[in-house]
């Protein structure tokens, strides 16, 4: 299997804690960035920073609710991510199992 340059962006704004953290609690509901605020030791003004990485990378949509916006996971970029990983691991598996049996027939 090759490496697919498409998911450098996502792979790049997983990287930090805090955006890891802002994602898992998207992950659990749509969230509007105050709300998300409330629940971070960061800003206001740097949650928004931390959804502009992740929102620039696929990984979270944003819409308008009044005068609000509010944020969610962006479901199928993370299934692609997924089927693209499930497709590594398989590869990775299968040529394990090669090696093992090779192995074991010397």
Do not use: C, N
Request: charge should be neutral; aromatic fraction near 8%.
């Amino acid at each position: 299997m090759t490496y697919s340059k498409a998911f450098d962006p996502v792979f790049s704004a997983l990287a930090d804690p805090t955006r890891r953290a802002v994602f898992e609690r998207l992950a659990l509901a749509p969230t509007s960035v105050g709300a998300l605020a409330e629940t971070l030791p960061v800003s206001r003004p740097a949650v928004s920073q931390h959804l502009k990485v992740l929102s620039d990378a696929g990984l979270v949509s944003v819409r308008q609710d009044g005068t609000r916006r509010i944020y969610a996971i962006e479901a199928e970029r993370l299934h692609d991510l997924r089927t693209w990983l499930d497709r590594m691991w398989g590869d990775a598996l299968t040529a394990f199992s090669e090696a093992a049996e090779k192995d074991q027939a010397k």
